[in-house]
Structures are given as structure tokens and as C-alpha cells.
């Protein structure tokens, strides 16, 4: 695909993108506590297995009432067919009590302390276990606040390649190697005219056939 057709295939998707992103929106403007947790344990979820079986997990945990309560052994197994389900249900308790002051979750008090979101994300990176800075850019993303950040998955990076924003598709994302490609990605954004959030999930319509989250 050439840049002029990947320019048409957003204009054929764009109100179907701001649709979403406003969904995005919304949920950081009106979503209770338990709301975005959900999506920061669903980003917890995602490496290495399918975003969309990631979601039914969290669904099923909040189902159960184990996504506030729930223990590591229960946690995990709910977490069927999720890699890694056992270090990703302590993961997922950890963060639960990071983020919880005097028996409340207060993620969305916390979060809103950070006046600049890219102080926010090293945070979250440096203090959320299993938290690198992909899934800290998807979290910011999928509630409203992370916009001009890259999630770079194995679908933007194959995209980036295709397009020449970058030669080769790196085997590990250092903090240095991320930022590097999250930048040339922000240049392409420009270039095109397209956004860096609406870029995102045209990459990824582009690999899966539709847009999820």
C-alpha cells in the first residue's frame, strides 16, 4: 500500500476512528474507577496474546467481582488461554494496591495529579509491574489522555516498516529504541496529515480487518 492509499483508506474510516477515540474520551470524563482499571489490566494482559481474548478476561473478572476483590489464584484462573496468566495475575494485585488508598481505589485521583502525560507514563513504566512502555502508551491511550503516543505492537511496527518510517523491525524495544520510533512515527503522523491516534487504529484496521481498542 502507497501513502496516497493508506490516505484514502482513512478518509473512507476516519469518522468510524474519531468515534472510537471519542469512546476513549469519555471514559476518562465520566468512567468510574473500576472503568479504567479495567483498561489498565487489560493492557497488562496484552503482551503476547490477542487483545480481544485479553478483553473476555477482564469482562469475566468483572463479572466475578474479582477484578476489585478477587486474589491471585482466582485471577489467574479466569486468565485461560492469556500468556504468562500467573505473573500476570500478580501483576494485575499489585497494581490493584498501588493504586488503592484506604481500602478505595483511587487510580483516576492519581493519575490526574500528573500535569504533563509523559512524566505520567515514565511513572507508570517505573512503578507498575509488567507495565513496559507500550502497554503504558495503550492505557494513556484507551482513556483519552495519551494521543501523541506510539503503541508499538507487532501490527504498528510492520506498518512503520511497510511505509519505510523504519529499515527493520527491532527484536527488543529499549527506552531509547521505543522513543526513537515513537518519534519517527510522530514525524510520518505529520507528513501525511494524519493523527498520531487515528494513525494507530488505521494501522491496526489495516492489519486485523477492524478497529477494537
Known sequence: MRVEELKERYREMKDVIEKRLEEFD????????????????FCLLTPQSRAKLCWCAVEHLIEKGLLLNGGERDI?????GVR??????????????????????????????????KTLR???????K?????????FLRNIGLGKDMAILDRHILKNLKAFGVIN?????LSRKKYLEIEEKMRKFSHEI??????????????????IFK
Open 26 to 41: 469519555s471514559l476518562w470524563k465520566e468512567g468510574s474507577e473500576e472503568e479504567v482499571f479495567a483498561e489498565l489490566v
Open 76 to 80: 489467574e484462573d479466569v486468565l485461560k
Open 84 to 117: 504468562f496468566r500467573k505473573n500476570k495475575a500478580r501483576y494485575i494485585v499489585e497494581a490493584r494496591k498501588l493504586f488503592t488508598r484506604k481500602g478505595q481505589l483511587e487510580l483516576k485521583k492519581f493519575l490526574s495529579s500528573f500535569g504533563d502525560v
Open 122 to 128: 515514565e511513572w507508570l513504566v517505573r512503578n507498575v
Open 130 to 138: 509488567g507495565m513496559g512502555y507500550k502497554e503504558a502508551s495503550h
Open 168 to 172: 527493520d523491525i527491532p527484536r527488543a
Open 193 to 210: 496529515r494524519i493523527p498520531m491516534s487515528h494513525l494507530d487504529l488505521l494501522f491496526w484496521s489495516r492489519q486485523t480487518g477492524e
